[in-house]
Every structure is written in structure tokens, then in C-alpha cells.
């Protein structure tokens, strides 16, 4: 028999397999598909014949495949009776279906393993939307805390507990996630910090959502006046807490069995409850999977059913049952509670069928019952979890968006769709969040293509890398806002979930301040830190091919005798005026800067010749000594300048020198001229 089904057994396992509520296939040893049902077709995305010409390691993701091959080896072997887990399984579309999945030998005598069953519940929703929660927390850019309140003998918060925090909020409290959670917070930043947090946490489950824009926190954990961005949402008598902290701005997620062998062997070896009932509908047989719910056998036998159902539940059974025998089928599911014998209920899956006699006469009934406890809590749960989902997005500061991809006959990503968003980002879009979901990306943003963004996205879902990106360029489609945004995005399934932030403010205000610590702030022009960092550039080799560079070195003179007599203040007028004339007798390409006092250095990056050199400097000397207008006085600045022209193998710095060396020669010849550096 090993390896295959016995002709006198192959009607009623096929009746059994065809007939169970959920995804099941029989295997021979060597994984070969033997029966499928519609169920199992239906959850690998392909027909019943394709599957029985497989194996069923070929459906499993290879990252698991070892260690089920193991598990498989020891029930075999007798080592175990059965396994179960949750895995993902290879669909005919390439994606990935995460199913919990009960496996089992059907043994003969002697104990030998002759036929593999296994049995599927699908599970996906649940796994994928566990899995978008955790992603969504892991890519945002605030910190997020789920808390669990704490109320007194009033009813009043008075504390919180750490139910779940993401990577920024670790980050922020300065704590590991194994620290927190779980932890008060009156233990973790302060009673005073707690107390504050228990106020805010209490206005959001009185209110229904806490909005706060600019809130002081005295028990922060960075110190006393700290002041928040605070968005809230209750999740049951929970809730779901984001904030961002602005002081730096403010102050700058059927069995069906009969009496042969055959049947009771798998009826035994299978973890579904198999009921047989006379037309008394009292228990005539019920296999020793029972004994899961804590009966045994004998206990059961004699027994009607509806004792064992939940009262609240007959109603239902008996409408199934109904319906199932108007329509001729005499077959019929439903959800029930069952009795166990330590006086609780667990729930369970019912498919009953009619037993007829040749003559069409009812005879009793056989029932397949499967535990599905853990599918129904999976069920509440996901409901639970959907809400978390929603309370987090809803609670976001900033845009977010989760978006799929979509294919083309080859399997390449040609657009992402919009799964979701919350308001930030359909304020962004300026769209309503129903004309967002399900529309295009490259329709709603089609810049997207030829910025590279879109590129970006694809490369996220291929490889599974997040994309982390700080002030990225771009220009708004709606408003036309040029931009610059920070941008973090993860994969989810077969999509990404992405979140960004504008930094435009940041980005300018860093720039500006760039910009000034590298001008004369008098002046405005270059100062001694940019002229410096030039000099290095052009001693990398940074310089036009066959050109000279050249080095004017210039000092006002008699300049103390400004200061001295008119005041400090028409001294200034007098080198702003002075720093302005020598610019405009310069090219774009040529740099002046102001050392200090009533020093100049001009860097002339491309000049043919010393001459051309020295003919600029004689430009500039003319260009400052005409007269400048102070107050009811006209003072005329003169200047001493000094030449020298950048050899081949000279550092410009060392330029720098000679032409130091040759101003103060134009001082010791009489001042207000130009003087060239001896050649090398």
C-alpha cells in the first residue's frame, strides 16, 4: 500500500478530502501529490491536475524547506505522531501564501507511515497585515508608543504601560524595546513626564483624538521646556501615541467517514473530529481525536449532539441543516461552539451530511468537526490588529502611503497602486483619500518617472533594502513648491510603505548658515576660510588647461588715517565700497576675499601671461582710487598690490607669499602702485 491508495479505500478518501472545510492534500513518501481539493487548488492558484503532478516541496519557499523535510523525517520515523506550523507556500503567480498548516501520517498495523496528510488554513490576511503593522512602525520617522492606561479606583489615568514602541521611540527614550515593554512610564522617564503623558493619554480617550501642536512638557526625558507635536488615537482602551519634538523649531501599520477500515484509519489519524449519529441524532461513533477537547470515546457515545453545542448556537446549526436538506444537497456548514469536558467551549467548524438508504430514508448523520479556536481568536485578533493599523497611520504627523505594485506579463514593476493613506498625505496630493486609493502612482505623480523616484520605489520591492534618502530635491505637482523632503520606505508584501517629510526650512537655514561661515560679513565678500579652501582646490590641479593662475596681494593705504579722523564707521563704508569696486573690475571666474582689516587677496584662475596678470592688478589699483563720498568729505582709497603668477610646479599658497612680499615693495616704492614678484 505504501505509496499509494487501495482501491477499496479510494472512494472514501477521496469523499473525505474532497469534503473538508479547508485546503487538504494526501501525499505518497516521497511528497507526491496523491487527492486534492477544490479548497487547496483554489489557495495555490492552480487546478486540481497541476498539483497532482507535483510534489509538495516545490510549493514551499526555500527558506523552510530543511526544517520541514526534518519534521517530515521524524513523523515518519515514529519519532513524532504529527506537526504543525505557520509558513509561507509558493502560489502559481509567484507570490507568497502563508498558510497554518496541520500535517499527519496515516499508519497501517504494524505503524508504519503509508500516506501523508496534510491540511491548510489560509492565513495570509492575518500574517500580511501583522506584517504591514510592523513595517509601517519600523519606517516612520517619529517616535510611536502603544499604550496600555492606567486608571485608579475614579476611573482616572494616572499611568501607562508600554504595549509596543518602534525603532525611533528605542531610539528617543533611550531604552531597548526589552526595557520598555511592559514597563510603566512613571518607571521609565519620570513620575512628573508620566503624569503628563497620563493627562494627554486621558483628553484622547474622552475626546476620541488629541491634536497638539505646540504642547510644553516639563518631565521630558531631555529636561524640563520641551514643547511637542502630539498626535492621538484611541485603539479600545488603549492608545496610539506619535510625537515629534519642536523645540529646536520653536526656538529656531467533511469528513465523511464509513464503516470500513479505511475510514476509521484515517478518521484516527487525522486531527478533525469524525461524529456519527443514528436518526436519533444520538453519538454512535466519534473518533479518539476527541480526546483534544478533553472527552473520551465512551463518555460521548449514546450522547445527542445538541447537548454538546453551545445553546446559543443550535439555532444556527439547525438553520444550516435546514437550508442544506431544502436545496437537496443534504450537506451543510457552520461555525459552533462545542462542548469540552473541563466545562468550557471551543469553537468549531461543522460539516454534516445525511446518511440515506437505498430507499432514500434518513438514517443519521456523520459530522467532520475541526478545531478552529485558533482561527477565530486569529480572526478577532486581526480585527484588533487592523484597528492598532488604523490608530497609527491616523496618528502620523507625517504623509504616509502604502502602495502595491503592479506587474506586467513579464513580471516587471511598470506602476504601484494607492492601498491606503492617511490625511497628511492626502493633503499633500490634494486628492481625497477615496480618489487616492486605487489610483496610479505615475498618474497622480507622474514626475515621479523622470526624477528617478519611481526607480527607487522598484528597487525597494526587488531587493528588499528600505530606502533611507535625506533632502531630496522636488517639485510639487499640485502647488509648484520646490522642495527639498526626507524620505524612508520599506517593503511589504509586493509594495512599500513610505513616509516623508519636508525639510525645506532645515535645508535652506543649513545652506545660509554655510554660506556665511565662508563670506566677510562686512563686505560680503569671500573670507579667509573660502579663500583657503580655493587655494586647495587649485592645488589638486583644478585649473584650465594651458592658463596661468595668478595672485594679487592688496593693502589700503593710509587706511588708519580714515579710521583716525572720520570714525570707524565711514572706515567700513570705505572697504565695503572698495570691496564692491574690485569685484566689478573682476571676471565671474575670479575670487576676492578679505583677510581682515584693510587687506584684500584676488585669485585670477586663468590669465595667458604675467602680463595680463600685472594689467589686472594696474584695473583694480584704478578701479579703488576714485573717490569715495563720507558724509559731508570725499576720501580717495588708495592701494599697494602686489603681483605674482603661479608656476608650474608652485603650491599657490606659496604664491600667496610672494605676492605678500611684492605689495609691501609697492610700500617701500611710495605706496599706490603695482608692484610684480620676481620670477622663480
Not at 497532482?52 to 519557499?61: G, I, N, V
Not at 451543510?332 to 462545542?338: D, K, L, S
Not at 594689467?615 to 573717490?627: D, N, Y
Amino acid at each position: 500500500m505504501q505509496g499509494r491508495i487501495t482501491v477499496a479505500g479510494e472512494d472514501v478518501l477521496r469523499a473525505l478530502v474532497a469534503r473538508a472545510p479547508v485546503a487538504m492534500g494526501v501525499n505518497d513518501l516521497d511528497g507526491r501529490f496523491l487527492l486534492v481539493n477544490r479548497a487547496c487548488a483554489d489557495f495555490f492558484g492552480r487546478s486540481e491536475d497541476e498539483l497532482l503532478a507535483m510534489r509538495w516541496q516545490e510549493l514551499t519557499w526555500d527558506g523552510g524547506l530543511e526544517e520541514e523535510v526534518e519534521l517530515v523525517s521524524d513523523m515518519m520515523s515514529g519519532a513524532i505522531d504529527s506537526y504543525r506550523l505557520t509558513k509561507p507556500f509558493r502560489s502559481a503567480q509567484g507570490t507568497v501564501r502563508w498558510g497554518d498548516l496541520s500535517v499527519s501520517c496515516v499508519r497501517d498495523d504494524d505503524g508504519a507511515c503509508e500516506l501523508i496528510i496534510g491540511q491548510i488554513i489560509d492565513v495570509t490576511e492575518a500574517e500580511e497585515s501583522r506584517r504591514t503593522l510592523a513595517s509601517t512602525l519600523s519606517s516612520m520617522l517619529d517616535p510611536h508608543v502603544l499604550f496600555d492606561v492606567v486608571r485608579d479606583d475614579h476611573g482616572e489615568v494616572v499611568d501607562e504601560i508600554y504595549r509596543e514602541v518602534n525603532d525611533a521611540a528605542v531610539a528617543y527614550l533611550g531604552r531597548s524595546r526589552e526595557h520598555l515593554i511592559g514597563r510603566h512610564a512613571s518607571e521609565v522617564i519620570s513620575p512628573q513626564g508620566a503624569a503628563e503623558v497620563a493627562a494627554w493619554l486621558g483628553r484622547t480617550l474622552a475626546a476620541g483624538r488629541l491634536d497638539l501642536d505646540d504642547e510644553g512638557m516639563a518631565g521630558s526625558v531631555l529636561g524640563p521646556g520641551q514643547r511637542y507635536e502630539i498626535r492621538a488615537v484611541p485603539v479600545g482602551d488603549s492608545v496610539s501615541f506619535t510625537w515629534r519634538n519642536i523645540t529646536a523649531r520653536m526656538t529656531e501599520v467533511d469528513q465523511v467517514a464509513q464503516n470500513e477500515r479505511q475510514y476509521r484509519l484515517l478518521a484516527e489519524n487525522i486531527s478533525d473530529v469524525i461524529v456519527r449519529s443514528g436518526i436519533e441524532s444520538r453519538i454512535e461513533y466519534v473518533s479518539p481525536s476527541v480526546g483534544s477537547l478533553g472527552w473520551s470515546t465512551d463518555e460521548l457515545i449514546g450522547r445527542a449532539m445538541a447537548e454538546l453545542l453551545h445553546p446559543d448556537d443550535l439555532g444556527a446549526v439547525s438553520v444550516a441543516m435546514g437550508e442544506a436538506l431544502s436545496t437537496g444537497k443534504d450537506e451543510g456548514r457552520v461555525e459552533a461552539r462545542f462542548a469540552t469536558k473541563s466545562g468550557g467551549w471551543r469553537w468549531m467548524s461543522i460539516h454534516g451530511r445525511v446518511v440515506r438508504d437505498a430507499d432514500g430514508q434518513i438514517l443519521g448523520g456523520i459530522d467532520s468537526l475541526r478545531d478552529i479556536q485558533s482561527e477565530h481568536d486569529a480572526r478577532a485578533a486581526l480585527t484588533d490588529q487592523n484597528d492598532v493599523l488604523r490608530g497609527v497611520i491616523d496618528s502620523l504627523i507625517d504623509p504616509w502611503i502604502l502602495l502595491r505594485a503592479v506587474r506586467d506579463d513579464d513580471g516587471h514593476i511598470v506602476d504601484f497602486v494607492y492601498v491606503d493613506a492617511n490625511d497628511a498625505a492626502c493633503l499633500h496630493n490634494g486628492i481625497d483619500r477615496s480618489d487616492l486609493v486605487g489610483a496610479p502612482l505615475l498618474h497622480v505623480v507622474p514626475e515621479h518617472g523622470p526624477s528617478g523616484i519611481f526607480d527607487r520605489y522598484v528597487r525597494v520591492v526587488e531587493t528588499g533594502e528600505p530606502l533611507v534618502e535625506d533632502e531630496v530635491p522636488f517639485t510639487h505637482p499640485v502647488t509648484g513648491h520646490v522642495g527639498w523632503y526626507d524620505n524612508r520606505a520599506v517593503k511589504v508584501a509586493d509594495g512599500i510603505s513610505l513616509t516623508w517629510r519636508d525639510v525645506t526650512d532645515r535645508y535652506l537655514t543649513r545652506r545660509s548658515l554655510e554660506q556665511q561661515a565662508e563670506q566677510d560679513l562686512l563686505t560680503g565678500v569671500a573670507n579667509r576660510r573660502q579663500l583657503e579652501r580655493r587655494l586647495a582646490q587649485l592645488a589638486t590641479g583644478n585649473r584650465r588647461t594651458g592658463e596661468l593662475v595668478a595672485v594679487l596681494y592688496l593693502d589700503l593705504d593710509n587706511f588708519k588715517d580714515i579710521n583716525d579722523s572720520l570714525g570707524h564707521a565711514a572706515g567700513d563704508g570705505v572697504l565695503t565700497t572698495v570691496a564692491a569696486r574690485i569685484r566689478r573690475a573682476l571676471r565671474d571666474s575670479d575670487m576676492v576675499a578679505r583677510l581682515g582689516g584693510d587687506e584684500f587677496v584676488v585669485i585670477l584662475d586663468g590669465v595667458n601671461s604675467r602680463q595680463d596678470a600685472f594689467a589686472t592688478g594696474e584695473k583694480v589699483a584704478t578701479a579703488i582710487r576714485r573717490p569715495v563720498r563720507v558724509g559731508e568729505a570725499d576720501v580717495t582709497p588708495r592701494a599697494s598690490i602686489g603681483v605674482a603668477v603661479v608656476d608650474p610646479d608652485q603650491e599657490p599658497a606659496g604664491a600667496l607669499g610672494a605676492a605678500d612680499l611684492a605689495m609691501y615693495e609697492a610700500k617701500r616704492q611710495g605706496r599706490d602702485r603695482v608692484v610684480m614678484a620676481q620670477e622663480r
